[in-house]
């Protein structure tokens, strides 16, 4: 929303043309209809298939980079090297043929930023590198996340160097100087500190999370048993030689396979069987065979099915390159095989018709869609469930299950990574719908990010609980989010009898104790997941070492949320908008009579008809260049929907909190909306001669200052451009002018026309005031020509002062940044690398409370860096180069925007325009009598 005001408002005042957005995958088509359906604003989603289109229609050498001005795409799209090719080609040829104080793209939104975010130490992922080369060719950048902070300075400051290389630069320790820039560039607001700001409280309320204990049976616990034996013996095997990769392989197997059993039997049957046939079949794999289907895995996707068959596959390598462990993993392997058979999964068993024979997670959400979401038979009308599942494997598996047991055809849906869009929508819209049947959303982590699931559902499940413990926030996001009316529940499972599930248990309440810390403390909660689930360090040390650490993490990797704007403050923002509104007359009433007014030009009155309090409907006869105009407000099924010039009919009072629901039956019209926009440019038209004729003047009865004959309400549209065709000023004033004989009195500007105007019908201009019009038109005319001078003259001398003031701004900021970036060049030593990686590997050495028989494995990354003489000069000339380029960058910034961008922006095009849009003759009651 923040975003979709940001374009607008630059649009409006032509700052942009073209519009850049990258975020997920599964975010395109919603960035799409969220900016049409709330700011009308036209983007085409770029990705294969509509570039493929595009190629059949207009030649194999389209370009869609070129073929539009607002653009949303995925940025694992976009960090495809082919398409990095095209979009760079298109880049330089804008470059090419453009001024040189306007850059490719004017705006550029990263939509969950924190996926590109640079690494702490060594390479940076493709889509940080991706990020890095971009966003040099975007004059202006926004970056959002909920998790801007992964804990790591050096992480945080590289994406604000990408944010704004001018005032900050990636480093391990963030100066004074940049940290007193953050406020000018970072806004972090909290719900809770805007909870307690306003009152009602603007976000809702979330319970504690609530752990539903399992009750398991004994084949359950034989076949965790039999796993953690397995996993147990694998550890062993792999410590006798202490090889760092045979190390990291071992751990790899007992993590692939731990993740997919504390998800569910049916996950881990799948991978284990695969398991068994890399052991039994073909040969032998390598430790780097394993390396590589880790990273395969480890590699972010936003296709559940692609990482489904990354992971099944990798299992079958763990197979393959246990098979020189056989004889020592025979009697483990048996027994896990044989705990599977005694719950019914065989070899090549189908996942949509398996029923195991015990399966304790799945009863307790049964009891919990009993007696939350039935009543009886019955299903209850509003509450709904989410269900998040970190495998698709799970997904497919509790959809039959759930179908079974329910019979539910339409109260049950899935959304996962992958789905094709159209799919994917209507999954949205019908659980968002509270008339529709859908009661139950099951749902994937890499279908999760950026869904809005608040309208409907307050009620949520973690079936699983992922490894990467920010994910579980992220879930809670989805329901725990501005619009949610009432208080979410999320629920998870916990065991007294597993210790792994025990764990997770307390992990999701920390998480929960966290949240706004949350970044900065992923780290840490992941290493402790590694260490108590993967490694096998002592459960309770693992959580006594998390807690201390989580309280030494809070002072250590924290800056402060945004919390200059008070309450009091608000509220005077609020009360300035509401009188810049009365100011140019806008209000619903006025919106509405516009409409009317541009409907029935050149075709007599035209009325909305009323409907429902607050709702109208276009009239029943639309001339044919209307109609087509009125498709913006037909729906899918052809019928016309209502018209609200308010939110008034959409808000809801749901206990406290009052809640805006859209209607599929209504429409909000706003200032972007096709109508207003189609009816503002037709009476606007009139303003300037065409072969349409209309009258600007109107005569009407009402209050005349004392003393005057008539009074004058003249409405001026005021106009203002610069060099780079940017309007930097429009304002519609209104000023009043008492009549007193033939000439006019004095001119005074009315703050408010709003309460100026007349409900009075129109007159005809009385035969006494006839010949009195011609010398009132001729002082009338010589007063917009003096009011033209005036404002001219200011604008021209603020110009001035404005562009004095950000060039020696601007100036001193590049030169300091110029030789900043020198002393750090000339500092970038050997020596000092050196270190540097020393203090990081001494400070994570003395947070380590325990001895462990495995090497923490990001200590071992760092010093074999320090170690490795090709690695630390590849670091070393990473970092000079990187250095270089934001010199070389500050320097064509320089004379971009000090030679070409400022002299352009702060001058005036030719001369400032003041165009009369109206006049209104206003005189006193009972003249025509």
Known sequence: MEAGLIITELLRRRRVQRVLVLCPASLRLQWRDEMRDKFSLDFDVVDRDSTDAMRRELGPDANPWRSSNRIVASYHYLRQP??????????????????????????????????????????????????????????????????????????????????????????????????????????????????????????????????????????????????????????????????????????????????????CP?????????????????????????????????????????????????????????????????????????????????????????????????????NLIRTRLRSGKDWVSDERLVVFTEFKTTLDYLQARLRKVFKAENQLDCLFGGMVDVDRERVKTLFNDPHSELRILLATDAASEGLNLQRSARLLLHWDCPWNPSRIEQRNGRLDRHGQPRTVQTFHFASQVNADLRFLALLVSKVDKIRSDLGSMAEILDRAVHQGLVEGRDLSLVDKQLDNEIASRRNHAHFEADSSVSLEEARLREASLEESCHAIDLDASAMRGVLEAAIGLGAGEARLVPGEPGLWDLPARLRGDWKQAADSIRRSDSAMRHLAFDAQPFLEQVGERSVFAPRPDAVLMHLGHPLVRRSILSVGGRRFPTGRKSSRWTVRQGGVPAGADAFLIVTLEEIASNDLHETFHHWVRTLGIPVVGKSLGKVREIESPFNERSTSRLLSLPDSWRDRMDDLELDLRAVVSRHLASIEERLRRDLQTVRARRESEIRERLQSRQGELSTLIEGTTRTGLERELLELQTEIEKRETQLSLFEDERTSDLRELRQNQARLEEELSRRKTRLGDLRDLMGQERVRILDNLLPKRYSLAGSASVLPVAVELRLPEGVLA
């Not at 609530?210 to 009750?215: C, K, P, R, Y």
């Not at 410590?239 to 392989?249: L, V, W, Y």
């Not at 996950?267 to 039994?280: D, N």
């Open 82 to 263: 082919d398409i990095q090719e095209q979009f760079h080609a298109s880049a330089e040829a804008q470059k090419q043929a453009g001024p040189l104080s306007r850059l490719p793209w004017d705006l550029l939104i990263v939509d969950e930023c924190h996926h590109l975010m640079p690494a702490p130490l060594g390479q940076d992922s493709d889509l940080c590198e991706m990020l890095r080369r971009l966003s040099p060719l975007c004059e202006h950048r926004i970056f959002l996340s909920a998790t801007p902070h992964n804990g790591h300075t050096r992480s945080f400051t590289g994406l604000l160097e990408m944010l704004d290389p001018v005032q900050f630069t990636r480093s391990n320790r963030m100066r004074d100087a940049e940290r007193s820039r953050l406020s000018q560039v970072v806004v972090r607001r909290l719900k809770s500190e805007i909870n307690e700001k306003t009152q009602p409280p603007r976000f809702c309320h979330r319970e504690s999370p609530q752990a539903m204990d399992l009750a398991m049976g004994p084949m359950e616990l034989e076949l965790h048993e039999a796993f953690e034996a397995f996993r147990y013996k694998v550890r062993s095997v792999i410590a006798i030689e202490r090889s760092q990769g045979r190390t990291r392989a071992g751990w790899f197997a007992v993590e692939i396979l731990g993740k997919r059993l504390l998800s």
């Open 266 to 366: 049916t996950a881990f049957a799948e991978s284990w069987f695969r398991y068994l046939e890399g052991m039994e079949k073909g040969e032998t794999a390598e430790e780097r065979a394993v390396l590589a289907a880790r990273k395969a895995v480890d590699q972010e996707s936003d296709n559940d099915r692609e990482t489904n068959a990354r992971e099944t596959a990798a299992a079958a390598v763990v197979g393959a390159w246990l098979r020189s462990f056989t004889t020592d993993l025979q009697s483990e392997v048996a027994r896990i095989t044989a705990a599977l058979v005694e719950l019914g999964y065989q070899p090549g068993f189908t996942v949509d018709e398996i029923v195991p024979r015990e399966d304790s997670r799945f009863q307790q959400l049964e």
